[in-house]
């Protein structure tokens, strides 16, 4: 859907509704779209970004203890 702005301005809160739906709203200027209003893209549906990957990711012990090699740099 294509939208001008001067419209646009008046009718936000029923463009988010629209865009939280699915609906991609297409922002104009003279015609031009410039902006594009549409729901955040969630991976695995609904499930925000915030501990998505619990239990999917193991970081070692050891990960930021630096070797020998490294004595001469961190002096």
């Known amino acids: 859907m294509n939208i001008p702005m001067a419209k646009a ?3 936000l ?5 629209r865009a939280q739906a ?3 709203i297409h922002l104009t200027k003279h015609g031009e779209v410039v902006a ?3 729901a955040p893209f969630r991976p695995g549906g609904s499930k925000g ?3 998505a ?3 999917q990711i193991w ?3 050891d990960f930021d ?3 020998p090699e490294w004595d001469e740099y961190t002096k």
């Not at 809160?13 to 509704?17: A, M, N, P, Q, T």
């Open 49 to 51: 970004l915030l501990g």
């Open 59 to 61: 970081i070692a012990d």
């Open 36 to 38: 594009t209003l549409s």
């Open 22 to 24: 699915g609906e991609k």
């Open 13 to 17: 809160s029923e463009l988010v509704k």
């Open 53 to 55: 990957l619990k239990g």
């Open 9 to 11: 301005k008046a009718q």
């Open 65 to 67: 203890e630096l070797g």
